[in-house]
């Protein structure tokens, strides 16, 4: 059974971000708000984690295309190639925000990402994410979780995610009504940007 732990955005109380930690640290996995969906996330340096995280997706863990949600930008050097002026003035209009941009990997990514030439990097507008992240020290990888209606792709009340994820997994966040409307998924890995995906994040920024 999953723990339903409350945590407030304007104001995360540093307790219960410090209980989520503890679970993301021993390899649990967490469902969390973000700006725009519910995410299902686990520690971005725990293997077992992210197995586990692929096995819930059906996806191969090597073929999984997962973003890492950061606290900042701060957080690039450590596994984005350096990037130009034009591309990082686009991520400093943008982040925080509900985009995820594709970029060149390095060579820090952690093992189970060696093999990427790029990754997706999300800095969400949303205090819990960014706190939790902080908290722990380093990116947590990140997925969306789907609904199978179609209708509604994605679930929003913390309520029935906690009834369908319970025995998926460690804990689910109740950080109030998420969105239904995914991210923007942007590609600067070649330097111009291509649009990938158009969702909540305005296009304005390029």
Avoid at 67 to 91: E, G, H, M, P, W
Avoid at 92 to 97: E, F, H, I, Q, T
Avoid at 168 to 184: C, E, F
């Amino acid at each position: 059974m999953a723990e339903f732990i409350k945590i407030y955005e304007e104001n995360p109380n540093p307790k219960e971000i410090e209980r989520v930690v503890r679970v993301l640290r021993k390899g649990g996995l967490v469902i969390y708000p973000t700006d725009t969906v519910y995410g299902l996330g686990c520690d971005i340096t725990n293997t077992k984690a992210l197995e586990k995280i692929a096995r819930i997706k059906g996806v191969k863990l090597a073929k999984a295309n997962w973003s890492f949600i950061c606290a900042d930008l701060s957080n690039l050097s450590d596994y984005v190639r350096q990037i130009d002026t034009s591309t990082f003035k686009i991520l400093k209009r943008a982040l925080p925000g509900p985009y995820t941009f594709i970029l060149p990997g390095n060579n820090n990514l952690p093992k189970d990402f060696k093999k990427k030439k790029t990754v997706g990097i999300r800095v969400p507008d949303n205090t819990i994410a960014r706190t939790l992240v902080e908290a722990l020290g380093n990116p947590i990888v990140s997925t969306s979780i789907r609904d199978e209606d179609e209708l509604l792709e994605y679930t929003t009340d913390p309520e029935l995610i906690l009834e369908k994820w319970t025995n998926l997994v460690d804990v689910v966040i109740d950080g109030g009504y998420g969105d239904n409307v995914a991210s923007t998924v942007i590609d600067l890995s070649e330097g111009e940007p291509v649009v990938i995906r158009e969702g909540k994040g305005s296009l304005e920024i390029l």
